[in-house]
């Protein structure tokens, strides 16, 4: 029987990792050890700054509501709280991208939660 040495399951695995290093720059994807400490690297960086993403955003948006609550005279825990007290099931995310393209909407929902 014949001798196996790993070529087609080290091609597979090799094949695997350099095609996650497309892109990368000198011996990063082109040197099988440093190319893998890049890509594990990289990898653990994506899984991070997937969790980060929402951690951005929604700073982003209760940026902008504080923004135009303070506008509309309130501020951004008033408007909160009040919010909550009047049941309107609205989320930050909606209320930010009414804050910035519909003010006059904002405006709206502040009087009516004020109420």
């Excluded at 091609?11 to 720059?25: M, Q, T, W």
């Excluded at 690297?41 to 951005?56: C, I, P, W």
Aim: aromatic letters at 10%.
């Amino acid at each position: 029987m014949a001798r196996a040495k790993r070529g087609f399951k080290r091609r597979r695995r090799g094949k695997k990792l350099y095609d996650r290093a497309e892109g990368f720059v000198m011996r990063r994807k082109s040197t099988f050890r440093r190319m893998a400490e890049a890509v594990d690297r990289a990898l653990s960086y994506e899984y991070r700054d997937r969790r980060a993403k929402k951690r951005n955003f929604r700073a982003l948006w209760i940026t902008r509501i504080s923004a135009a609550s303070v506008m509309n005279s309130m501020s951004y825990s008033q408007f909160i709280n009040s919010l909550k007290k009047s049941s309107v099931q609205l989320d930050r995310k909606v209320l930010a991208d009414i804050a910035v393209h519909d003010p006059a909407g904002f405006a709206a929902i502040c009087d009516e939660v004020r109420a």
